[in-house]
């Protein structure tokens, strides 16, 4: 096994060579400092600089010294866990600490401590030195595995906190970086990972994804003071465009005279979060990112600017209805000179009038919701300083995830590969973890992150594919085309063991989940259907349930909420259809799902579209009909089944038919025709 201490950075000539610098960073010694804050901020009815008002994890970012304390002291502690306030300046820095939540502690006995260390990687690239760094760390310091997150970064688990340092310098030193893969700031970029070398839409994501991550990354020295020793490593001269953009005070985007000029003292009321894609890629679930960026270019394929979109965001509290999942909104075209001011001023609007006070109320969706598109765009243009235009027309976004073989465009080969849930690991006859580090050492191949967590290994010389091919089938790693759609599509979060917000399973359970939803649809003659699944323990939706056609959200104990209705293609918010769905009753409450949908579905009609059309009542009561006589459907197919009509019934008198119902034990159907048979007869 390879010992990171001793990593060397590979030279790989299929690369753009990458100048590295190195130099001492200047290190404030300050106790304590508060911005001078920009007018906005200071008028915003929830500004931060009212004691009175702000929220507790405000006054935390105020005493940190921008983000250096408690963190830099108590690293030096040999102590197994960092304090309350430490753990929350921990996050800006990409790391949450975690514990076992499998062990059964004995009283008076310590949690079982370890950190989760997530990595920032803007468009999902992970170039070949630090994935062979990651894949070393895993198996040396972690819990001998990764995972490819949702947001095309990688997930150390398992880190103790005397080996984090080492474990985020040796990242650095290699290419990458944690600084703001978690924390009240702008989290990873995401683009589409498909590497198209002849499409300049897709060059141009990529190029403005990484500008952007430049753009708004944190300027305090404190990450490099701690994990480096105050050594500053720049894998890549900054674009001087960036580097003006950043300067530009744009009408009130900068905070002067602070170590943070975008982000200030307190950075942002809550996680922020960016994506740019091109028109009608959906890889990446535009419509759930607080900023989303379209690359426009014209006939000629010249760069015109970008549409964009603002105020997407999922997570959610259970019984909190002011809490909610939310698309986002169309805010218009702006041309490609101005886009990183624009961006800016999106970011500086929420800085200065998003909710410190309310963190359930802090994401930008809840301030588009509240001031809704008009007033937002309005106070936008302020900072922007410009109109903002109308949209350009685009296609339809659908959703890709690239697996299997691919031309790149320019002779050379990509290859999707699948990873169920995101795990990179060995266990029986499956070996991906071996399989991916094999592949990567022989042929020093760089590799994008999916938003699907699967992973993309490109700049493949096309005499290379059998050997890449060989080395992947006997490490068990199956084709695109022999995994079932169910599992190709579906999504899950961590969740238990170590995730503390989890109520219930998620990635250890879904895999039997799909089996029994794959047995239940064969069941019903539908053994080829397929939609996308997602599954999370908790309702902050971390693997984006919200989005999906059948969606299950952590609600209790072995409980689920069953969310219905999204599209396959991610633009469309399911709805909760039961608040409580015991795990061991998934068969019971889909099987007259599957049934109506294979009689009533129209012709090439998805499952979630289907739930979106007919309705959740309309479900409801074919499922009561089909639970109370399942025998009645066993010989309906698609096609031949009889007319059902419908007759309206007041709400009162509804309800006063079905309680009848459920007291005699028959269903609201039949009791209803046994009643209008009985009138009709009275009547003769």
Not at 75 to 88: A, E, N, P, R
Not at 184 to 202: E, G, S, W
Not at 323 to 346: C, H, M, N, S
Not at 632 to 653: C, D, I, M, N, Y
Request: glycine share 8%; aromatic share 8%.
């Amino acid at each position: 096994m390879t010992n990171p201490r001793t990593i060397t950075p590979l030279r790989n000539p299929r690369l753009i060579p990458l100048r590295v610098v190195h130099f001492r960073a200047t290190t404030l010694r300050v106790t304590h400092l508060t911005a001078t804050m920009s007018p906005a901020l200071t008028a915003a009815s929830a500004s931060p600089t009212s004691a009175q008002e702000k929220s507790k994890l405000e006054g935390i970012k105020e005493r940190s010294n921008f983000l250096r304390e408690p963190v830099a002291t108590e690293l030096k502690q040999d102590t197994t866990h960092f304090s309350k306030d430490g753990i929350q300046i921990l996050k800006f820095h990409g790391s949450y600490q975690q514990s076992n939540r499998d062990l059964k502690r004995v009283p008076g006995q310590e949690k079982d401590y370890s950190m989760m260390l997530r990595t920032r990687n803007p468009g999902g690239f992970i170039p070949p030195e630090l994935y062979l760094a990651m894949d070393s760390m895993a198996d040396e310091f972690g819990c001998g595995n990764m995972r490819v997150t949702t947001r095309q970064g990688f997930q150390l688990h398992g880190i103790l906190k005397r080996d984090l340092k080492q474990v985020i310098s040796t990242i650095v030193k290699n290419m990458g970086s944690t600084l703001g893969a978690c924390g009240d700031l702008n989290r990873n970029v995401m683009a589409p990972p498909a590497p198209y070398k002849d499409r300049l839409d897709y060059q141009l994501a990529w190029k403005y994804a990484d500008n952007i991550a430049d753009l708004l990354t944190p300027q305090t020295g404190a990450y490099y003071e701690i994990w480096l020793d105050g050594e500053k490593a720049i894998s890549a001269e900054e674009d001087p465009e960036v580097k003006a953009a950043r300067q530009r005070n744009g009408n009130g985007t900068l905070i002067h005279n602070s170590e943070e000029p975008l982000y200030g003292t307190y950075y942002m009321p809550r996680k922020f979060k960016i994506a740019v894609t091109v028109p009608g890629d959906n890889s990446i679930d535009i419509l759930t990112q607080d900023i989303g960026l379209v690359v426009i270019c014209d006939q000629n394929g010249q760069h015109l600017g970008f549409n964009v979109y603002a105020g997407g965001g999922l997570g959610r509290m259970h019984n909190k209805d002011e809490t909610f999942a939310r698309t986002a909104d169309e805010i218009g075209f702006v041309a490609k000179e101005d886009i990183y001011d624009l961006v800016k001023a999106i970011l500086a609007t929420q800085r200065d009038y998003g909710d410190r006070v309310e963190r359930r109320h802090a994401r930008m969706k809840y301030l588009l919701h509240d001031w809704g598109v008009a007033k937002f765009t309005a106070k936008l243009e302020e900072y922007f300083g410009k109109k903002i235009q109308p949209m350009k027309p685009q296609p339809a976004f659908k959703y890709l995830d690239f697996l299997g073989w691919n031309d790149q465009g320019d002779g050379k080969l990509f290859l999707g590969v699948n990873i169920l849930n995101g795990r990179v690991k060995d266990e029986g006859d499956f070996k991906l973890k071996t399989a991916l580090r094999k592949i990567v050492e022989q042929f020093n191949l760089p590799m994008r992150l999916t938003g699907n967590h699967n992973a993309i290994l490109y700049e493949i010389e096309p005499q290379d594919k059998d050997a890449i091919q060989a080395i992947l089938d006997s490490h068990g790693i199956a084709k695109e085309t022999e995994i079932d759609p169910l599992e190709r599509y579906a999504m899950a979060c961590p969740a238990l063991p170590t995730c503390g917000l989890a109520m219930t399973e998620s990635e250890r359970i879904i895999p039997s989940v799909l089996e029994r939803l794959r047995a239940t649809l064969t069941k019903v003659g539908l053994k080829d259907e397929h939609f996308v699944v997602r599954m999370t323990g908790c309702p902050n939706g971390c693997a984006r349930p919200y989005m999906a056609e059948v969606g299950f959200v952590g609600s209790g104990n072995e409980t689920y909420q069953l969310w219905l209705g999204g599209c396959p293609n991610q633009t469309r918010l399911a709805r909760p259809y039961l608040q409580k769905l015991a795990e061991a009753d998934i068969e019971t409450e889909l099987e007259p799902m599957f049934v109506q949908f294979k009689r009533d579905r129209q012709p090439k009609e998805s499952f979630g579209d289907f739930c979106d059309r007919i309705g959740f009542e309309a479900l409801r009561e074919f499922a009561e009909q089909y639970k109370a006589n399942p025998k009645a459907f066993k010989s309906s197919s698609k096609g031949s089944s009889r007319q059902r009509w419908r007759v309206e019934l007041s709400p009162q008198l509804h309800d006063r038919l079905k309680a009848k119902a459920d007291v005699e034990g028959k269903s609201l159907r039949d009791l209803a025709a046994a009643a209008l048979e009985a009138y009709l007869q009275s009547e003769a």
